[in-house]
């Protein structure tokens, strides 16, 4: 757990696993059955529930389609906002993760959106939502990189962003609770 500034709460997800595509950008992929089944079995295992007041999501594919899950489970309309986006970057092949690692360590690489844009456009969506549920939960669907600059941000330096990527799971979700805490939203499963 981080501790981070008390206010309502605000649950992240990561996107379920697409389905990659040869010779596509990863912002075209989308999920399978089995992605959608995943998301939908993470919706239901989330610990907020009927708290939920809005969902948000990307409008890459398989944010929109992993937030439409969540949606359906908890009967809670979806929203795409593009400012939700992947953080800008070319695609990497081999050694992306170790490319991925130094950007997150705030190293900032030739074609990739600068850190703080990321955080802004973030920062400015997860603001509205949190307005607009007021003391329901907001629920932002959106992807590694991203939500990793922008918990990074948000909580400060303590954050160790290449930790919370290293970490991410597909599908994945983190509440940001009313005391400040940043913990996994999954209930177990027996």
Do not use: N
Request: charged share 25%; proline share 6%.
């Amino acid at each position: 757990m981080v501790p981070a500034v008390q206010g309502p709460p605000t649950l992240y997800v990561r996107h379920a696993m697409a389905v990659p595509e040869d010779g596509t950008h990863p912002t075209t992929w989308v999920l399978d059955e089995e992605g959608r089944a995943s998301a939908r079995a993470m919706a239901e295992q989330l610990e907020v529930g009927p708290r939920i007041g809005v969902v948000v999501a990307s409008t890459e594919p398989k944010a929109l389609a992993t937030a439409e899950e969540i949606g359906a489970v908890w009967g809670v309309d979806v929203v795409g906002d593009d400012r939700l986006r992947e953080a800008k970057r070319p695609w990497v092949g081999p050694g992306y993760r170790a490319v991925v690692h130094r950007y997150l360590r705030g190293e900032q690489h030739d074609g990739w959106e600068a850190h703080a844009a990321v955080a802004k456009r973030v920062g400015a969506v997860v603001d509205e939502a949190v307005e607009v549920s007021g003391e329901r939960v907001a629920v932002i669907v959106s992807h590694g990189l991203t939500l990793a600059l922008h918990l990074g941000e948000r909580l400060g330096p303590e954050f160790d962003r290449e930790w919370f990527w290293s970490s991410l799971a597909f599908p994945d979700a983190w509440l940001l609770d009313e005391q400040g805490l940043l913990h996994r939203c999954i209930r177990p499963t027996l």
